[in-house]
Nanobody, 121 residues
Framework: QVQLEESGGGLVQAGGSLRLSCTGS????????KGWFRQAPGKEREFVAA???????YYADSVKGRFTISRDYAKNTVYLQMNSLKPEDTAVYYC???????????????WGQGTQVTVSS
């Protein structure tokens, strides 16, 4: 497992942008598939985006064309660039790491503590 720490959340108006960062510990960070999930109040945690070791990217339909996941291995960091934000994007966002190809929550063994994103209308 790796230790993960998110940052970059905050309050933004609808239509605005935020970039979330997730920094991982250890040299093995690059060997893990990285994912972003979110949990809105009263709802289950849901998949947002993921990036495989080989560089493939995967997005939930609700964020396609608006969110971009990227990585910088020199900084042991994965990013989630969020554009054209909507009030329904309001949630706690979590980064996660899996030691295999995965997009389902159950397959991610390492999790950050979460960062709040609030989009006002």
């Amino acid at each position: 497992q790796v230790q993960l720490e998110e940052s970059g959340g905050g309050l933004v108006q609808a239509g605005g942008s935020l970039r979330l960062s997730c920094t991982g510990s250890g040299r093995t960070f690059r060997r893990y598939m990285k994912g972003w999930f979110r949990q809105a109040p009263g709802k289950e945690r849901e998949f947002v985006a993921a990036k495989s070791v080989g560089g493939g990217t995967y997005y939930a339909d609700s964020v396609k064309g608006r969110f971009t996941i990227s990585r910088d291995y020199a900084k042991n960091t994965v990013y989630l660039q969020m554009n054209s934000l909507k009030p329904e994007d309001t949630a706690v966002y979590y980064c996660a790491a899996a030691d295999k190809w995965a997009t389902e929550e159950k397959d991610f063994a390492s999790w950050g503590q979460g960062t709040q994103v609030t989009v006002s209308s």
